[in-house]
């Protein structure tokens, strides 16, 4: 296994350029479940939770291949097996993306229960009880969800007690084909879910209310295979923007969008960093010290939780105190304990994180417990003075497309050693 290894205290000067994102990858990749044909999505990261999905998806029936680098073919003429297995689901969370679509073309669907992660317990319960509002008849079995339904979906009224991302997609994936209208109210609004909504469209899918809490969706007979582009990564986008608010230097994002990013923007220029906005690019800028900001995640377009970890991590190298409300989930806060060990000063308090910046830390050897965890260890490690070492690396790898790379074309000293 790998671990990286950074040595810190230099600032990053140059260009980066982000990659699609992982998010909006994954539920567009299920999608392609809906019907027969070849699928082409462009702008597709190259990153873990993509092979895993696509593995997924070959045990279904599916064949893929890279058109070229970022862009993949998806035929999903045959699709013959309908179960997602424990092994595949326990590695990532997002495999639960498949039970709508299987659901919606083949009327049945097997799918493992993901079980907990690092950050939370994470039921599915949304995703479950809508499917049975639009008619599936729903067992647990085994650690298994069985689902099937007599004939096809009917639409119906879905409520979510909380905005759930992938529970809004997964229903969204059971209604194009459903019989009827389907309303989703209290819908989550990611970004990530308006590209759901332009692929579904483009195969022929009638949905209205794209960026609002309520979608409405005319079921259709019959979907065609389309052709998409993924929008980029806004929380790869925000990680590097924190790095180099974090290590300090003058860089460009290439190939963003500056407008995916409505809450963090103002909380950056807060801490005093300078940040220049253009249709594609983000210029930053960070030449002097840091002030602290307070923080509370929230759903879209609230602050991002998959951004809470790394601004922890720049919170630490203020000089001031900062209060931190963790919203969604209820465990994310194991980077905490990692960034103690390089001298920082954060108390835990329920759901909030109490950080009293010092204005510097030291380099340790570090774990990372999950993804975003591991992110802000690779920018505390950026500021730091001395050697980080961040074990466990595969969680990164999970959900960041090559970021030693992406980093050490700005300058850090940071690669890759076996453990
Ligand atoms: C998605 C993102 C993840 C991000 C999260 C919140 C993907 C693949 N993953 O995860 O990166 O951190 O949104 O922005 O897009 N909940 C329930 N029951 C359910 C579903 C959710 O209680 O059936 C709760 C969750 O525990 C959490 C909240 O609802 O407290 C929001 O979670 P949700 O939006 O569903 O997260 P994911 O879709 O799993």
Not at 7 to 25: C, F, Q, T, Y
Not at 119 to 132: N, T, V
Not at 355 to 383: E, F, P, W, Y
């Amino acid at each position: 296994m790998d671990k990286i290894v950074i040595e810190g205290g230099l600032p990053l000067e140059g260009e980066i350029k982000i990659s699609g994102a992982k998010n909006g990858a994954l539920p567009i990749i299920a999608a392609t479940l809906l019907c027969p044909g070849t699928h082409i999505i462009h702008n597709v990261p190259d990153l873990r939770d993509i092979r895993t999905i696509l593995q997924l998806m070959e045990t279904f029936g599916i064949t893929w291949e890279k058109a070229d680098t970022n862009t993949l073919a998806i035929n999903s003429d045959n699709v013959s097996s309908f179960e997602a297995s424990y092994d595949l689901v326990k590695t990532m969370r997002a495999s639960v993306l498949v039970l709508g679509p299987l659901l919606a073309r083949l009327g049945q669907a097997r799918v493992s229960l993901p079980g907990g992660c690092a950050i939370g317990a994470r039921p599915i319960d949304f995703h479950m009880q809508g499917l049975q509002k639009l008619g599936a008849q729903l067992e647990l079995e085994q650690g298994y969800v069985d689902a099937k339904v007599n004939g096809t979906l009917r639409g119906n009224a879905v409520y979510f007690d909380i905005p759930s991302v992938t529970g809004t997609e997964n229903i969204l994936m059971a209604a194009v084909l459903a019989e009827g209208e389907t309303v989703i109210k209290n819908a989550a609004r990611e970004p990530e879910i308006a590209n759901l909504i332009d692929m579904l469209t483009r195969m022929g899918a009638k949905i209205e209310g794209r960026n609002t809490d309520r979608l409405v969706v005319r079921g259709v007979k019959k979907l065609v295979p389309a052709e998409i582009e993924i929008i980029p990564d806004r929380i790869e986008t925000g990680t590097f923007l924190v790095a180099v608010g974090a290590a300090g230097g003058d860089v460009n994002l290439t190939n963003c969008d500056p407008a995916l990013l409505p809450s963090l923007f103002d909380k950056l220029r807060n801490t005093g960093l300078y940040l220049k906005e253009d249709k594609n690019s983000i210029r930053v800028i960070r030449s002097g010290p840091l002030k602290s900001v307070d923080i509370k995640t929230m759903p879209y377009p609230g602050f991002p939780t998959d951004l809470q970890a790394q601004m922890m991590a720049l919170m630490t190298l203020t000089e001031g105190l900062s209060v931190i409300h963790e919203n969604i989930f209820e465990n994310r806060f194991m980077h905490v304990a990692e960034l103690k060990r390089m001298g920082a000063d954060i108390r835990v308090d329920g759901g909030r994180a109490i950080v009293k910046g010092h204005g510097k830390l030291n380099g340790a050897q570090v774990m990372a417990t999950d993804l975003r965890a591991s992110a802000s260890l690779v920018i505390a490690g950026l500021a730091a003075q001395g050697i980080t070492e961040v074990s466990r690396v595969y969680h990164l790898d999970r959900g960041y497309d090559d970021i030693v790379g992406k980093l050490s074309a700005v300058g850090a000293k940071i690669w890759r050693e076996k453990e």
